[in-house]
């Protein structure tokens, strides 16, 4: 089933509000939480060898785990971006026409530079 955002969000204001908790949700701690959560992503890479990282979406195990926290950080960004009035879709179509101009294809190609050095 492939929803949309408007339908996660839909789903995330629904939990939200069938249990009265919009009243801690102010902007800035919709934002603290939504880094903790990503910490709680990156603390899965925490002292482990890059190849024990890439095996994670292969076992059981792994897979929740980063599945459950890529949920939190989709949680919480769609409840920011409701705060915030954002449309998360045209702001990610904005973005990428800003980038494709830092990073055209011909000198990025390959390459990690950031813009300012290409």
Not at 33 to 53: F, I, N, P, R, Y
Not at 82 to 106: F, G, H, S, T
């Amino acid at each position: 089933m492939a929803d949309t955002l408007s339908e996660l969000s839909h789903a995330v204001l629904t939990f939200r509000d069938e249990r009265d908790w919009a009243q801690f949700h102010g902007l800035r701690h919709l934002m603290v939480s939504l880094c903790l959560e990503a910490g709680e992503v990156l603390e899965l890479a925490q002292w482990k060898s890059d190849a024990e990282v890439d095996a994670l979406p292969f076992s059981r195990e792994g897979f929740d785990a980063l599945s459950d926290e890529c949920a939190d950080v989709l949680a919480y960004l769609l409840l920011i971006a409701e705060k915030a009035q954002i449309d998360l879709a045209a702001a990610l179509r904005r973005k990428l026409a800003k980038n494709a101009l830092k990073y055209p294809v011909e000198k990025s190609l390959g390459r990690r530079e950031k813009y300012s050095q290409l």
